[in-house]
Nanobody
Framework: QVRLVESGGGLVQAGGSLRLSCATSGRTFSTYATGWFRQAPGKEREFVAAISWTGRNIVYADSVKGRFTISSDNAKTTVNLQMNSLEPEDTAVYYC?????????????????WGQGTQVTVSS
């Protein structure tokens, strides 16, 4: 079993920044990929970013490219999402997820474990 815990959400004004963290514990695998997704009220879940175990393969959604940066720590137990130039449209619950096959897909169905989510609210 893999446990994921997100942190770092909160309320910020448009143009501000937040840093989300996803801490992984439990039965982990050395080659898993980690992704961030978000879901706004009344909308479907959407892909935000993903990073492979090595950190060499990174993918971003077009809507966040150039504003968000995904990274992992040296111990590979925490994946961060630095979010800059935040917009009201970024308001959502943000979830991290683990893909045990290491694909780092933009499709949520590829992920095996999910965190509980952290709320990000951007005021205009």
């Amino acid at each position: 079993q893999v446990r994921l815990v997100e942190s770092g959400g909160g309320l910020v004004q448009a143009g501000g920044s937040l840093r989300l963290s996803c801490a992984t514990s439990g039965r982990t695998f050395s080659t898993y990929a980690t992704g961030w997704f978000r879901q706004a009220p009344g909308k479907e879940r959407e892909f935000v970013a993903a990073i492979s175990w090595t950190g060499r393969n990174i993918v971003y959604a077009d809507s966040v490219k150039g504003r968000f940066t995904i990274s992992s720590d040296n111990a590979k137990t925490t994946v961060n999402l630095q979010m800059n130039s935040l917009e009201p449209e970024d308001t959502a619950v943000y979830y991290c997820a683990v893909d045990l096959r290491g694909r780092g897909s933009s499709h949520g169905e590829a992920y095996d474990y999910w965190g509980q989510g952290t709320q990000v609210t951007v005021s205009s």
